[in-house]
């Protein structure tokens, strides 16, 4: 089992110098008091609601009877009702929300036009996907596995619609089973947005409830779900999931505290939904995957993964490229499949067209727009019907609609969605044109207040930089929010945007547009000084608001100012935004923001240059691209020798260290760590000699020099308990833990890495903390504490899955393979190593893939492919070999003598059992040299048993006997099996045997 390397560097932490939020106050002269007060808040937020409404994939009111499911599930096979529904008669376009009940109360708009008839269309054709959907669903019930499975297509395809009409057939055909479904927004709103979406909807919470009234249906539900042990922690963990207070939980800041809260709130729901799952099967939906976190998609595949032997079907909708966002998509210890939802055909595509006008006679130009040149996608269909509303040519007249020719002769009919959707930006009022551009400054999400702030600074002029007087403003009063208010609800109407159920900014009525390019469009519209400008002022109003410092926040005003030109304000928001996501472990986004704020920076500010790229080079090191992070730590060497800095400079060749540590070449590791020493010494910095002392134990370590790795780690102990650091003194105490554990000292080590575990969880240090969770089970999996080592090691995987750390990821994968295959469970085994083997080759760790290669060649052994064990176990040697890697050069020899034993009984036995005699003595010859007790008494043992079983009896009881002392020596559980055995033996004589 492989114990982590520790390679040192901390989390960076968020910027804590928040600006405060200064409540004004009356003025002292009455005059101003008086016009104050006669403004009051009418200019003040709305406050929205708190929760998310219902998912966006919901039941249909007025549902359509269907056949009740029965025992041979014929029915809810070929049911004839989804082929054709007009239930709801819900429109087609994928993630289109219908329109505010706000929005149609008058039956005229404030703008002057007259309100759009609403469009719904009928579900036309998809009979064989729905099919298949449902063969999925019926597999999962009845064979009690879990399926996951992704529906494909380009934007506006239809993969939603599919979904809800999916979903509206289970829960009519079959009674148990239950429904859950979630989507995530264009723009990541929130962390887990899709899977809060889903739980609202399991626990029955409504937009409008208070957060006490949610608290409570959280608490009733799960007191229903599971035993009553579960009822203090279970409810505010899914609450923090679904980024509900829990104010009086006691629970939250200690789990906070440790590192521990996303694990815990991962394991608390998979054992509530796992529950769920005892009542029937459960479908979950997902819509608009492409548009997920990080953070939701671990927990999606977490949820999976613990679901798999359960009732349950995942199903979710993506782009095509979703692949290119999450590289891990669909991937984990489950089935998975995927399905492609294609364009509608000609005919289909003309028969919504028709549709969708009403079945008024259509010419045949507009066929064949919706034919040719549409590429059967609904929501263009969509479009051009809209289109056709709005410029005249559909004409409704109550039930009966016609189309006017005449006009059709008039209108330049545009034959593209773009071009739909460009020509109806065109050819709005000029006022709602207005709003819509400013609006789209603001972001494809936005808010009222943030667009009234744009229209007041276009439409109010003062000589005064503090703005109009008060007197002017008390004049303008109400209105103009007034006035954008009915723009905004206008252009609602249209269908160009959509207001959204909850407000990311508390108090804010917050608004969306339409599905992509209509965001695109309409930001192109704008003149480039007038977009800066409005930029400009955006970042200001966001920045203004009481959450304008956190992390989302940050990048959207670090965005602003870069459009508006501002580059070093941009690279300033830019930092902090990587600093809080880098503390979050959200490491793709922090890789991102950094390398932004580095661009945007330039070459203002030299010194903030180097320290983004210490940091940006500490990210890539942890998610495994090595390469990325020497040239980064390159960078750090160039510019500390421009501003003559002796620390930066050994800070920078201590990392490189460090990552060449890490990709096997220990010559040069020890080169730049020893450079950095120097360096560090020279400028009489402590802290960075402890640290480089401690790098140089590893190296060490690696080789098997134990006494001198011992050395070098506790002398930077010593340094860094009179400094103390917490989090320094954990790395030491980590390190130590497994020279100890290597020198066979397990009592020792535990003592190391328990300590650690108790500092780590103190400062909050989530990747240490799944270090030490992973030595620990390594070390529990030493003495034979099988059951326990495997239960740490799956939740070290799902930490290290939440915080992106990769190469954590690929050794705790690498370990469970190796525990699956001493489990007798080669599939299982074999797959946890794929993924290990695809982790190490990704990201170049020698080590890892030594290691790796030798797992598969047992399991390839324990199902009888020999050849193939045995050229892996042949590379394993070269690989070690060329790396200088002793302790993975004696597994590898072990891993040959293993199988070239177990190949006796074939034409070459005589030679293979000199080969399998040679490579023993190979292993346990390197084990003694290193001093690797542990590694040293199971190749003993190994070689024992071989000798007995080739009738070499008292040779081989005498190494059994050896093995059996290291094994009692370091408390492990072999040594009283060696003990029943001997005794067997002993007991038994020639004559017997």
């Known amino acids: 089992m492989t114990t982590e390397r520790n390679e040192g560097g901390t989390g960076a932490t968020p910027d804590a110098n928040l600006l405060d939020e200064n409540q004004i106050e009356e003025a002292d002269r009455p005059e101003e008091a008086a016009t104050l007060r006669e403004i009051g808040t009418a200019d003040g937020p709305i406050t929205g609601p708190l929760m998310p409404s219902q998912s966006s994939v919901i039941e249909p009111t007025n549902r359509t009877p269907i056949t009740e499911f029965s025992d041979h599930e014929v029915e809810f096979l070929e049911e004839d009702d989804l082929t054709l529904s007009d239930v709801g008669r819900e429109q087609l376009s994928e993630g289109e929300e219908a329109i505010s009940d706000t929005f149609r109360a008058s039956p005229q708009s404030p703008a002057g036009h007259d309100l759009l008839p609403e469009l719904r269309g009928q579900f036309i054709g998809r009979t064989e996907l729905l099919a298949q959907l449902k063969e999925c669903f019926l597999q999962v019930r009845r064979n009690g596995e879990l399926c996951f499975l992704t529906l494909l297509g380009e934007p506006g395809v239809g993969k939603s619609r599919v979904t809800r009409e999916f979903a509206r057939a289970v829960r009519g055909a079959i009674p148990d089973a239950r429904v859950l479904s979630g989507a995530a927004a264009p723009t990541a709103r929130r962390s887990y947005e899709a899977v809060a979406r889903a739980l609202s909807e399991r626990f029955g919470i409504s937009r409008e409830e208070t957060p006490e009234e949610i608290r409570h249906k959280i608490q009733q539900a799960v007191a229903e779900a599971l035993p009553e042990s579960s009822h203090v922690d279970v409810p505010p963990l899914i609450a923090h999931l679904m980024q509900i207070p829990f104010p009086d939980s006691p629970v939250l800041e200690s789990l906070a505290q440790a590192g521990q809260l996303e694990l815990r709130a991962y394991i608390a729901l998979r054992r509530f939904i796992m529950r769920d799952t005892e009542r029937g099967p459960l479908l979950l939906c997902f819509d608009g995957m492409e548009n997920a976190t990080n953070e939701t998609v671990n927990l999606i595949h977490y949820l999976a993964d613990g679901l798999k032997g359960r009732p349950v079907m995942v199903l979710s909708t993506a782009r095509d490229d979703i692949f290119r966002r999450h590289t891990n998509w669909g991937q984990g210890d489950f089935a998975t499949r995927r399905l492609d939802v294609a364009p509608m055909p000609n005919l289909e595509a003309e028969a919504l067209l028709v549709d ?531 302790e993975m050069v004696g597994k590898a020899h072990l891993a040959l003598a293993e199988v070239h034993a177990q190949t006796l009984f074939d034409a070459s036995a005589s030679h293979e059992q000199s080969t399998a005699r040679d490579y023993f003595r190979k292993a346990i010859g390197v084990f003694r040299q290193m001093g690797n007790e542990g590694e040293l008494a199971k190749a003993l043992r190994l070689f024992g048993e071989y000798l007995i079983e080739q009738a070499s009896t008292q040779q081989g009881i005498k190494t059994l006997r050896e093995a059996q002392g290291l094994f009692s020596k370091l408390g492990m559980r072999e040594a009283k099996t060696l003990d029943r055995v001997l005794a067997d033996l002993e007991n038994t004589g020639p004559s017997k045997r």
């Not at 893939?849 to 399991?859: E, P, Q, S």
């Open 356 to 886: 969708l006008f009403h079945d008024a006679l259509i010419p045949d130009e507009m066929l064949e727009v919706a034919r040719e040149h549409l590429g059967g996608i609904p929501r263009s269909i969509h479009e051009l019907t809209r289109f056709s509303l709005e410029t005249g040519i559909l004409v409704p007249r109550g039930s009966t609609w016609f189309v006017d020719k005449e006009r059709l002769k008039e209108v330049s009919l545009p034959r593209t969605h773009v071009d739909i959707l460009r020509a109806r930006l065109h050819s709005l009022p000029p006022t709602e044109q207005g709003l819509l551009q400013q609006a789209a400054v603001v972001g494809e999400v936005f808010w009222l207040d943030a667009v009234v702030a744009l229209h007041r600074s276009a439409s109010i002029t003062s000589n005064d930089p503090d703005g109009p007087t008060l007197e002017q403003i008390a004049a303008v009063g109400e209105s103009m929010r007034a006035k954008v208010a009915e723009g905004i609800k206008a252009l609602c109407e249209r269908g160009l945007i959509t207001e959204c159920s909850d407000s990311t900014i508390a108090g804010e009525r917050e608004f969306r547009f339409a599905p992509p390019p209509t965001f695109e469009l309409t930001h192109e519209m704008l003149d480039d000084s007038v977009r800066h400008r409005f930029h400009q002022l955006a970042a200001q109003w966001l920045e203004a608001r009481p959450e304008g410092r956190d992390e989302v926040r940050q990048e959207q005003v670090g965005h602003h100012f870069e459009r508006a030109g501002d580059l070093r304000s941009a690279a300033t928001r830019f930092r902090r935004a990587a600093d809080a996501a880098r503390s979050r472990y959200f490491v793709h986004k922090a890789i991102r923001l950094y390398r932004r704020a580095l661009t945007c920076l330039g070459d203002f500010d030299l010194i903030t240059r180097l320290h983004l790229w210490h940091d940006l080079g500490s990210v890539l090191q942890h998610k495994g691209d090595f390469d990325g992070a020497l040239d980064a730590y390159e960078r750090m060497v160039r510019l500390g020798w421009v501003v003559a800095s002796r620390p930066k400079a050994a800070v920078a060749f201590n990392k490189m260290g460090r990552v060449w540590r890490q990709k096997g070449n220990l010559n040069l590791a020890a080169e730049y760590l020893q450079r950095g020493l120097d360096m560090f010494r020279q400028a009489n910095d402590e802290r960075g000699v402890a640290t480089s002392l401690d790098d140089l134990g590893q190296i060490h370590w690696l080789l098997g020099h134990y006494d001198e790795a011992l050395d070098h780690s506790a002398n930077a102990l010593e340094m860094r308990r009179q400094m103390g650091n917490q989090r320094s003194i954990a790395l030491s105490l980590s390190n130590i833990g497994n020279i100890e554990k290597d020198r066979g000292l397990f009592n020792e080590a535990e003592s190391c890495y328990r300590e650690a575990l108790r500092l780590r969880q103190a400062v909050g240090d989530a990747h240490g903390y799944v270090i030490s969770l992973n030595n620990l089970a390594a070390l529990d999996c030493e003495r034979g504490n099988l059951d326990h080592a495997q239960e740490s090691w799956k939740n070290a995987l799902a930490e290290a899955e939440r915080i992106g750390a990769v190469p954590l990821q690929m050794v705790i994968l690498n370990n469970l393979g190796e525990l699956s295959t001493r489990n007798n469970k080669p599939a299982e085994a074999r797959q946890r190593l794929q993924r290990a083997m695809s982790l190490a080759t990704e990201i170049d760790d020698p080590r890892t893939y030594i290691d790796v290669l030798r797992n598969l060649a047992l399991v390839e052994l324990q199902e009888g492919n020999s050849e193939k064990a045995q050229k892996y176990g042949e590379q394993c040697i070269r690989l070690a070999r060329d790396a200088r890697l002793p």
